[in-house]
């Protein structure tokens, strides 16, 4: 559905994007993950052709974005991150505008009725957008990128600003319109990120630093993991029992807590015990009092990954710079110095 190749943007000397590609698939939830700056925005600005590309193409439904961008942006919604909205009018007004910009040939009135209804603003139609909360106005945003049912939604930091309940409410919606939507999710929050996204896509100084699902980037980076489990049931059946289940490599005892004990469990690579260790402790009816692993958060994969792409940026750098200096000659050293 989307096709990102070679995308590189430069002001004057500077990137802000540099050698990206990714591709996303029909009916995908891509979530691009960075911090304020990483390059996302740009990113999004190109594929939906607001911004023009250094070098690299973007195609979107098989159109190329400059070369045929009234075709490609018939397959985009897009709301920024400050949604284009006038105050003065009121939602129905504002959707109504969105509606003959976008040239729709549609029944305008039953449209714009079932956008709202999907995005959950039918009971605001009447009122002014100036009046309406910042999840409302969120809403509505959303809705003029849905009018039109386009295949693809562009979302960028789409709960910015907004309290607890309200971000809890668009996350929802999102994995709603996942169903019948392509979707790119830009976002600085990483449990955003990782409650909707099945797919990241990790940027860091406008580079790509990852790219996979938050489990699978989770795993890659976990260092010798296990489960921790406390178990009420007699400790040496207990011990048999784990040792059994199969891709269980290996089991210790951490000693006794809340009157029953814990088990540190080392499964073998990729085995996920999980279920099997429920399974059996059920047919024994032993209870599981507590279960969890020491896979790192998507947080600390991304602090980790970060921390990495800038060690190597500095020693590509000394690099860099020692090779210049081996290459001056002894006359232009002593004129520097002089």
Same mark, same amino acid.
């Given at each position: 559905m989307i096709e990102v190749k070679g995308l590189t943007k430069r002001y004057g000397v500077k990137y802000a994007v540099e050698d990206v590609s990714f591709s996303v698939g029909e009916g995908e939830i891509l979530g !691009?993950?960075? @911090?304020?700056? +990483?390059?996302?925005?740009?990113?999004?600005?190109?594929?939906?052709?607001?911004l023009s590309a250094t070098d690299g193409t973007v195609t979107?439904?098989?159109?190329?974005? !400059?070369?045929? @961008?009234?075709? +490609?942006?018939?397959?985009?919604?897009?709301?920024?991150?400050?949604?284009?909205?006038?105050l003065d009018m009121t939602v129905e007004e504002y959707l109504s505008f969105s509606f003959q910009l976008k040239k729709l040939r549609l029944n305008k009135g039953e449209h714009i009725r079932e956008v709202c209804q999907k995005v959950g603003i039918e009971e605001v139609q009447s009122r002014r957008i100036g009046n309406l909360s910042r999840g409302y106005r969120q809403r509505v945003g959303l809705a003029q990128a849905l009018l039109g049912s386009p295949p693809v939604l562009i979302l960028d930091e789409p709960t910015v600003g907004l309290d607890p309940r309200q971000i809890t409410d668009i996350r929802n919606l999102i994995k709603d319109l996942g169903k019948q939507h392509t979707i790119i999710l830009s976002s600085h929050i990483l449990p955003e990120v990782q409650a909707v996204c099945p797919r990241v896509v990790m940027i860091h100084q406008g580079h790509i630093i990852a790219d996979g699902s938050p489990h699978s980037l989770a795993n890659s980076m976990t260092v010798g993991r296990r489960l921790y489990a406390r178990i009420d049931g007699p400790k040496e059946q207990v011990r048999s029992l784990l040792e059994q289940i199969a891709g269980v490599e290996e089991v210790e005892e951490l000693g006794p807590r809340e009157g029953a004990f814990e088990w540190a469990i080392l499964p073998k690579e990729e085995a996920d015990v999980r279920r099997p260790l429920f399974f059996a402790l059920s047919r024994k009816r032993w209870p599981l009092l507590f279960l969890q692993d020491n896979e790192m958060s998507l947080e600390e994969v991304f602090l980790a990954l970060t921390a990495r792409a800038e060690e190597q940026a500095r020693l590509a750098a000394i690099e860099m710079r020692d090779e210049d200096l081996e290459d001056e000659s002894p006359g232009e050293a002593e004129e520097e110095i002089v």
């Open positions: !691009l993950l960075g @911090p304020n700056g +990483a390059g996302k925005s740009t990113i999004m600005n190109i594929i939906t052709g607001y979107v439904g098989g159109y190329d974005i !400059l070369e045929h @961008p009234g075709k +490609a942006k018939a397959h985009i919604g897009y709301l920024p991150e400050q949604p284009p909205l006038y």
